[in-house]
Each structure stands twice: as structure tokens, then as C-alpha cells.
């Protein structure tokens, strides 16, 4: 979990509500991503970011957005919640030839 | 789609017996990774296998890689209680590409 803090931690929200979770990394990566992680699933890419603005889809990137406004942070937002994302929300940094890639403690996020 | 198919997904054994993890995938690769997670906690990158390797070793982890079977393991030899934790593969595949397809994990848990 070194080097990069998620935030919030915990989240309980309603149907319908926007909502943005926060990955902030002191390591300098280029590349960040958002997982999701659900039982049965393993990890998921939802959305990756190459450079400041720069971003592209991953596998399940519908009903979310992401931006990167700076190197160092890494937004993830759904825009209107839906129960289907209740989930487990990792980012991670990474990237490089080899790609090995450095994970926040997660963000545990309930749509009731 | 999870490129990478773990099995078994749930292994159980006792302190000091050897724990072997299986991960399966499908198409070419630049490298194969291993990771762990604790209990509420992120990934942890363990260890990498090139594709023009066939055996790495890392203190207790010992990982073999045959690309001509897309298969890989993971060995934890002497296994310890603090090795309880969900296991995941995760393949690069080709050269420059900057997204990891992880598998869906193996629960490992070490008896006392």
C-alpha cells in the first residue's frame, strides 16, 4: 500500500447519487488504474490512465468516468450509483516494460 | 475476459506442508506475475516469470512457466500461517502492452 492512498475508505450511498473516489500515488508512475473486485471475479480493469489526460477503457468501463488532472491523482466517478457497483474499488499504479503494478489499500463502496 | 484461470480455487493445508497454486491463460505473453492479498488489504506483487523463462525462484516461492501449455504454478514450500491470503496470477500480454488480466485467485489458508 506504499505510495498511494485511496480515498474514502469506506462509502455507503443511495441509488442514483453521484459518486468520486480518489487514488493518490507519491511514486511518479506514468500509469494508473482502476479495478473492481467482486466474488467469483477477481479483478477487473475499469478504466487506466497513460499520462496526465490521457486515459482509455478497460473491460467494464460502463456507468463510469475517470480524469487525471495530475500526475499524482487518479479520479474515478459513477455518475449516477447504481447497486451493481456495490464492489471493492483498488487503484494501482504501474507501467513500464515489465509492468508491475502497486496497489492502494481499496475502497469498499456500497450502493444501497 | 480473465485471461488467467486459477485452480484450485480454495486450498486448505497444514503449517509446513507445501502449497501448490495453478494458473492457466490463453493467448501469448510478455510475463507472468503472481500476487498477494491479505485479508481487506491490496495486492502485493510477489514475483515475475518472463516468457523465455521456465523456473524463478524467491526465497519460499519457486514459479515454473510452459507457454507451450499457457500454464504456470506457484510453489510456497514450508508454508507458514502469515501465507494465508488469496493468491493471483496475472499475464502481460505482448511486449508494450500496459494492462494485466489478473485471474479470479486462489484462498489459501494454512492450518496451525
Known amino acids: ?112 | 475476459s480473465q485471461q488467467g484461470e486459477e485452480d484450485p480455487q480454495a486450498l486448505s493445508i497444514q503449517e509446513g506442508e507445501n502449497a501448490t497454486m495453478n494458473c492457466s491463460y490463453k493467448t501469448s505473453i510478455n510475463n507472468l506475475q503472481w500476487y498477494r492479498q491479505n485479508s481487506g488489504r491490496g495486492l502485493v506483487h510477489l514475483i515475475l516469470i518472463r516468457s523465455n523463462e521456465r523456473e524463478k525462484h524467491s526465497g519460499r516461492l519457486r514459479v515454473t512457466l510452459d507457454t507451450s501449455k499457457k500454464s504456470s504454478s506457484l510453489l510456497i514450500t514450508a508454508s507458514r500461517a502469515a501465507d494465508t491470503a488469496s493468491y493471483f496470477c496475472a499475464t502481460l500480454p505482448g511486449e508494450g502492452a500496459q494492462k494485466l488480466v489478473f485471474g479470479q485467485g486462489t484462498r489459501l489458508t494454512i492450518n496451525p
Not at chain 1, 483498488?90 to 509492468?99: E, H, I, L, M
Open chain 1, 1 to 112: 500500500d506504499a505510495g498511494i492512498t485511496q480515498s474514502p475508505r469506506h462509502k455507503v450511498t443511495e441509488t442514483g447519487t453521484p459518486v468520486t473516489l480518489r487514488c493518490h500515488q507519491t511514486e511518479n508512475h506514468r500509469y494508473m488504474y482502476w479495478y473492481r473486485q467482486d466474488p467469483g471475479h477477481g479483478l477487473r480493469l475499469i478504466h487506466y490512465s497513460y499520462g496526465v489526460k490521457d486515459t482509455d477503457k478497460g473491460e467494464v468501463s460502463d456507468g463510469y468516468s475517470v480524469s487525471r488532472s495530475k500526475t499524482e491523482d487518479f479520479l474515478l466517478t459513477l455518475e449516477s450509483a447504481t447497486s451493481s457497483q456495490t464492489s471493492v474499488y483498488f487503484c494501482a499504479t504501474g507501467g513500464g516494460t515489465q509492468n508491475i503494478q502497486y496497489f492502494g489499500a481499496g475502497t469498499r463502496l456500497s450502493v444501497l
